[in-house]
């Protein structure tokens, strides 16, 4: 497997944030539906598999559906999406850059979380209310309980929580421009994914799916979700702007020289 070395990473990632901020709106709209309702069908897999694992077996459910899990971003970042986490590292690297404005990133993060949102509740409420398949017995006992566990955190640690997320979500996307080939991007993408799963970081995108599916159960409630969202959100800006983006900027941005990279390349990850 080829890659990239990291300095030629965070170039590869300048260039990615000034190809996102450049799309046309009805194309980010799109593909930020196709990232959110990505998202939520991992997570959806991920209760389907976990939730009827119990006795000897429950040992190994959060590790499985940790390794389960992944097939949300792979798909993003492989088949096509804009994911509000992971561009939350490279709109603001670009924007380090100077390649990008700041206003431009926050008509990008402002698109992307409707786009994502809007995808992740269509699956919650199709899939999950209208077909059943988080509304019916242990299925439905597992996914009110893991988005009461998400509620149930005050301001401060969903905040942390939220910035370990996307210091791995942004790492895994990372890794994923660093590998020149299929193979390399998903198993680049793959480890970061399941650590933030297997250690209960809190996804912004992944509780758009989860917490809502439980509200379309009748638990919880939107004041809820809400609350949630906030300091998740904003946890995971720093995770991934600052533990990423700015870390690996301030680490290379004396040494950052035009990477030599064929256009075709660039294309090929125009979606993700």
């Given at each position: 497997?080829?890659?990239?070395?990291?300095?030629?990473?965070?170039?590869?990632?300048?260039?990615m944030g000034v190809k996102k901020a450049d799309y046309p709106i009805m194309r980010t709209l799109i593909l930020g539906?196709?990232?959110?309702?990505?998202?939520?069908l991992g997570y959806l897999l991920y209760i389907r598999v976990t939730a009827p694992l119990a006795g000897d077996l429950?040992?190994?459910?959060?590790?499985?559906?940790?390794?389960?899990?992944?097939?949300?971003?792979?798909?993003?970042?492989?088949?096509?999406?804009?994911?509000?986490?992971?561009?939350?590292?490279?709109?603001?690297?670009?924007?380090?850059?100077?390649?990008?404005?700041?206003?431009?990133?926050?008509?990008?993060?402002?698109?992307?979380?409707?786009?994502?949102?809007?995808?992740?509740?269509?699956?919650?409420?199709?899939?999950?209310?209208?077909?059943?398949?988080?509304?019916?017995?242990?299925?439905?006992?597992?996914?009110?309980?893991?988005?009461?566990?998400?509620?149930?955190?005050?301001?401060?640690?969903?905040?942390?929580?939220?910035?370990?997320?996307?210091?791995?979500?942004?790492?895994?996307?990372?890794?994923?421009?660093?590998?020149?080939?299929?193979?390399?991007?998903?198993?680049?993408?793959?480890?970061?994914?399941?650590?933030?799963?297997?250690?209960?970081?809190?996804?912004?995108?992944?509780?758009?799916?989860?917490?809502?599916?439980?509200?379309?159960?009748?638990?919880?409630?939107?004041?809820?979700?809400?609350?949630?969202?906030?300091?998740?959100?904003?946890?995971?800006?720093?995770?991934?702007?600052?533990?990423?983006?700015?870390?690996?900027?301030?680490?290379?941005?004396?040494?950052?020289?035009?990477?030599?990279?064929?256009?075709?390349?660039?294309?090929?990850?125009?979606?993700?």
């Open positions: 497997m080829s890659f990239y070395k990291p300095d030629e990473i965070a170039s590869y990632s300048v260039d539906f196709q990232a959110g309702a990505f998202i939520a429950a040992g190994i459910s959060s590790f499985l559906g940790a390794a389960l899990f992944p097939i949300g971003l792979i798909l993003t970042l492989i088949a096509g999406g804009e994911l509000l986490t992971g561009n939350m590292m490279v709109l603001p690297l670009a924007s380090m850059a100077k390649k990008v404005s700041v206003a431009s990133v926050a008509k990008n993060w402002g698109l992307v979380t409707v786009s994502n949102f809007a995808g992740a509740l269509f699956v919650a409420y199709f899939f999950g209310h209208i077909a059943g398949l988080t509304e019916s017995g242990v299925f439905l006992e597992k996914t009110v309980s893991i988005a009461e566990h998400k509620v149930e955190a005050a301001f401060l640690p969903a905040f942390i929580s939220g910035i370990g997320c996307n210091w791995l979500v942004a790492a895994a996307v990372w890794l994923s421009y660093g590998a020149k080939d299929t193979t390399g991007k998903i198993l680049g993408i793959w480890f970061p994914t399941m650590a933030f799963v297997a250690i209960g970081f809190q996804h912004v995108v992944a509780n758009m799916f989860v917490i809502p599916a439980a509200i379309f159960a009748g638990h919880l409630s939107w004041a809820s979700y809400i609350e949630n969202f906030i300091p998740v959100y904003l946890g995971n800006a720093v995770g991934g702007s600052i533990f990423i983006g700015f870390a690996y900027w301030m680490a290379y941005k004396f040494k950052r020289e035009p990477l030599q990279i064929h256009q075709t390349e660039i294309k090929h990850h125009d979606a993700s």
